[in-house]
């Protein structure tokens, strides 16, 4: 028995026969191995009956008195005389289709989300230079991610985080200023004391008088740096202490992380494609930058009831696939890393962690729980306003 496919797909002829005798008619074309795929009795002298196109030859030649006319086609020639006779309608279709895809490609507006007009321009004019700009054609995940990195290094001082966000033809671009320490300039006398417990490994003082030394240890709120500049026990002036210091301070994570670990992420990264499917396979239009992995969703745009062959509208989101089979050494390395980068994207210029050490490991049927105890060098500067002073001054006058 032919496959099923292959029978939908191979053209056929649906035959209108007239004449005397139809059955002796019949058995003339069963006996020349004419397959007869069916046959429909009109009245005695006329019947319809489908046979494989390649057989209709041999029907004619065999006709002799009979009247014989195509009234139907079926399977790829059917196909293929519906495509010729709309064939403007489905150019017409594609060329559209084509011109929505470069369209729903292209940007055609960028937006930074700030009241900051100098900042603006500053990143509107570095995006034009990474191609992030007006008639340009979208980025994938990872040049988007690439970009951001450069945009954060750039700006190190300016910048705490940035997102360039994907919204239809529109990039809008969204970040959060640094903060840095806020000074009273109405309470211009302070000094410089610890923010968190810690042992001082550097100092940068512009100002003031220091108190604390490096290699010293300090507790949250000791003075490192005085506004008050002494000079035989005696204090001779104020001023407002300027600087920063870096000390080494300590904390304590937990990770667990599995031996067996597999994920699909959506990377956030989309974007809608044509595509052909015909049979089991599809066969993507235009699409020059193939994700390796993807979810999708198809919306029928044109499709054919006889043959397997269908044109949708695919919206693709991009993924990355994490597959891992860890032994106990990679592991333990790769929850160290984990453990590291979460430490270091919190951590400011000039800040760095140290060192580390594994206090202690769990080991459990599918995981290991690692205690990583850090040694971290961070800026503990804060400022702490001089009032008792002021009052003072203002007492003697």
């Known amino acids: 028995m ?4 292959l029978y939908l797909l191979e053209s056929k002829l649906n035959i209108n026969i007239k004449g005397h005798n139809i059955e002796r008619f019949i058995k003339r074309l069963k006996n020349n191995n004419i397959e007869i795929l069916n046959i429909i009795y009109i009245s005695a002298d006329e019947i319809n009956i489908k ?9 004619i030649k065999l006709k002799t008195i009979y009247e014989i006319e195509i009234i139907d086609y079926y399977g790829l020639i059917k196909t293929k005389n519906n495509l010729l006779s709309n064939k403007y309608i489905i150019i017409f279709i594609l060329i559209s289709l084509i011109g929505l895809y470069l369209i729903t490609s292209l940007i055609f507006e960028v937006d930074v989300v700030t009241s900051d007009s100098k900042m603006e321009n500053i990143l509107i004019n570095e995006l034009k230079e990474y191609g992030i700009k007006r008639y340009r054609f979208k980025k994938n995940y990872m040049e988007l991610q690439d970009i951001k990195n450069k945009l954060l290094s750039n700006h190190k001082e300016e910048l705490e985080w940035i997102e360039i966000e994907n919204v239809g033809t529109k990039y809008i671009i969204r970040y959060e200023p640094r903060i840095k320490n806020k000074i009273n300039d109405d309470t211009p006398f302070r000094h410089i004391i610890a923010k968190k417990d810690g042992i001082i490994r550097d100092m940068n003082i512009s100002s003031g008088q220091i108190i604390k030394e490096i290699d010293s240890y300090v507790r949250k709120g000791d003075i490192i740096v005085s506004g008050y500049i002494s000079l035989n026990s005696n204090v001779k002036d ?11 301070t300590w904390y304590k994570v937990t990770i667990k992380y599995p031996y067996k670990y597999k994920e699909i992420k959506e990377t956030g990264n989309s974007k809608e494609v044509l595509v052909i499917q015909l049979l089991n396979k599809d066969v993507e239009l235009f699409n020059f930058n193939k994700y390796k992995t993807k979810k999708d969703e198809n919306k029928t745009i044109l499709k054919n009831n006889i043959l397997p062959f269908k044109l949708v509208k695919q919206k ?3 993924t990355i696939v994490i597959d891992e089979n860890n032994s106990e050494e990679e592991l333990i390395e790769k929850a160290i890393n ?3 980068n ?6 400011k210029k000039g800040e760095y962690v140290k060192d580390y050490k594994i206090l202690n490991k769990t080991k459990h049927s599918d995981s290991i729980t690692l205690n ?9 500067t804060e400022y702490m306003e ?4 002021i009052e003072e001054e203002k007492e003697i006058e």
Do not use: R
Not at 2 to 5: G, T
Not at 238 to 248: F, I, L, M, Q, R
Not at 342 to 347: G, V
């Open 2 to 5: 032919k496959n099923s496919v």
């Open 51 to 59: 046979v494989y196109k390649k057989d209709y030859d041999k029907v």
């Open 238 to 248: 104020t001023v407002s202490s300027k600087g920063n210091v870096y000390a080494e």
């Open 316 to 318: 693709q989101k991009e």
């Open 338 to 340: 984990v453990s590291i």
């Open 342 to 347: 979460k430490m270091e994207e919190k951590l």
């Open 372 to 380: 990583i105890f850090f040694n971290v060098v961070e800026d503990i």
């Open 386 to 389: 001089i009032q008792q002073y």
